[in-house]
C-alpha cells in the first residue's frame, strides 16, 4: 500500500518523528524558520498533508494561487493557528487541524513565571549579579510589586484562561475578574466576568492576555485599552503576538504609563523591538510556552492522530471551523 506523503515544517521530537515514519513517506524541511509563502504555496502542489507551526505563511493568496491542490489537510503542530488563513484553506478543500489542550498546563505556568519575573524583577536581578554590580542588601533595593492577594485580570477564558486562574487563586490567592467574548459558566474558581476587557484592565494589577490569536484579536491590546490600565499594573501576553500592538506597548512602557510586561510572543517573531531590550520594566522570553519534552511529544503525537483520522476517514479528531 502506498503510503501518503507527508512535509514537516519543522523536525519534531524522535518520539513522533518516529511514529510518523512508520506511517508516512516524510518530507522534513531543513531549516527551522518559518515557511515563506511561496514555499507554502509549493507545499500543496507536492504533499497530500503538511504539517506546519507558528509563522508558516499559508494565507489566502497562497490558497488561492493552487488550483488544484494535492494537500487536503494542514495539521497543524500548535493550538494556535493564526497563520493559517482557516476560511481561504477550506474554500480550496483543504482542512486545517490544531493541537488543543495539550498546551494548556505548560503554557499556564509560563504565565505564572512571567508574572513573578516582572513583578520581583527577578531578571534584572539576574543580571546584577552576574554583572558583579550587587553591593549588598539594602532595605530599599530592588523593590516589586506584591504578587499574593492582588487582582488579577484575564482576557480571554478558555482552557489556558482557566488554568491561570487556578494556579493564581489557589496558589496565590488572587481575586480574579475576567473578560470573555462568549458568557463562561463555570471557570473552575470563584470568578468575576465583567462586560469588557476596559473594565478589567482597570480593575487588576495584573492583565494576562489568552485570546486565541486571529483577525477577531488582532491588536486588542492597543494604545487605548493600555491606556486604561493602572499605572501600577502589569500586562503578561502569552497569547500571539499581534494581539498586542507592540508600538502602544513601547509608548505605555517607556513613559511608565503602565509598571510593566512580561512577553513570550511577538508581532514579528523572530524579531523583538531593541526598545523592549533596553527597558528594565518587561521581561522577555522566547516563546517557551509549551517548551516542554513531554509536552511537544503529546502535541506532536495529536498531529499523528489528526493525519491519521483523516486518512482514515477524513474525520480528524480535531479539525478547525472558521
Avoid at 502602544?248 to 524579531?271: K, R
Wanted: glycine share 10%; hydrophobic share 45%.
Amino acid at each position: 500500500m502506498t503510503k501518503s506523503k507527508v512535509m514537516f515544517s519543522r523536525i519534531l521530537p524522535e518520539k513522533v518523528m518516529a511514529e510518523a515514519d512508520g506511517l508516512f513517506e516524510l518530507t522534513i524541511r531543513g531549516n527551522a524558520i518559518p515557511m515563506t509563502a511561496g514555499e507554502a504555496q509549493e507545499s500543496l502542489v507536492d504533499y497530500d498533508a503538511v504539517v506546519p507551526t507558528l509563522g508558516d505563511d499559508f494565507n489566502a493568496e497562497v490558497f488561492s494561487s493552487v488550483k488544484d491542490p494535492k494537500c487536503r489537510i494542514l495539521a497543524n503542530f500548535g493550538a494556535g493557528y493564526n497563520h493559517i488563513d482557516v476560511e481561504a484553506a477550506l474554500k480550496a478543500g483543504i482542512i486545517v487541524t490544531n493541537t488543543p489542550g495539550a498546551v494548556t498546563d505548560a503554557t499556564a505556568d509560563i504565565a505564572l513565571a512571567l508574572i513573578l519575573m516582572t513583578a520581583r524583577r527577578t531578571v534584572e536581578g539576574d543580571r546584577i549579579v552576574r554583572g558583579n554590580q550587587w553591593t549588598g542588601w539594602k532595605p530599599t533595593e530592588m523593590l516589586g510589586a506584591h504578587v499574593t492577594g492582588q487582582t488579577l485580570g484575564i482576557i480571554g477564558m478558555g482552557r489556558i484562561g482557566k488554568a491561570i486562574a487556578k494556579r493564581c487563586h489557589h496558589g496565590f490567592g488572587m481575586k480574579v475578574i475576567f473578560h470573555n467574548r462568549s458568557k463562561v459558566s463555570d471557570t473552575g474558581v470563584p470568578a468575576t466576568q465583567l462586560n469588557s476587557a476596559e473594565e478589567v484592565v482597570a480593575q487588576a494589577n495584573f492583565v494576562v492576555v489568552a485570546v486565541r490569536g486571529g483577525p477577531e484579536s488582532y491588536h486588542l491590546v492597543d494604545q487605548e485599552l493600555l491606556g486604561v490600565m493602572r499605572k501600577d499594573g502589569i500586562l503578561i501576553n502569552i497569547s500571539r503576538g499581534d494581539v498586542v500592538d507592540e508600538n502602544a506597548l513601547i509608548e505605555a512602557l517607556s513613559t511608565h504609563q503602565i509598571a510593566g510586561a512580561g512577553l513570550d510572543v511577538y508581532e514579528f517573531e523572530p524579531e523583538v523591538p531593541d526598545e523592549f531590550k533596553a527597558m528594565e520594566n518587561v521581561v522577555l522570553l522566547p516563546h517557551l510556552g509549551t517548551s516542554v519534552l513531554a509536552v511537544r511529544e503529546d502535541m506532536g503525537m495529536m498531529v499523528i492522530d489528526n493525519l491519521k483520522g483523516y486518512f482514515a476517514d477524513q474525520n480528524p479528531p480535531n479539525q478547525v471551523v472558521s
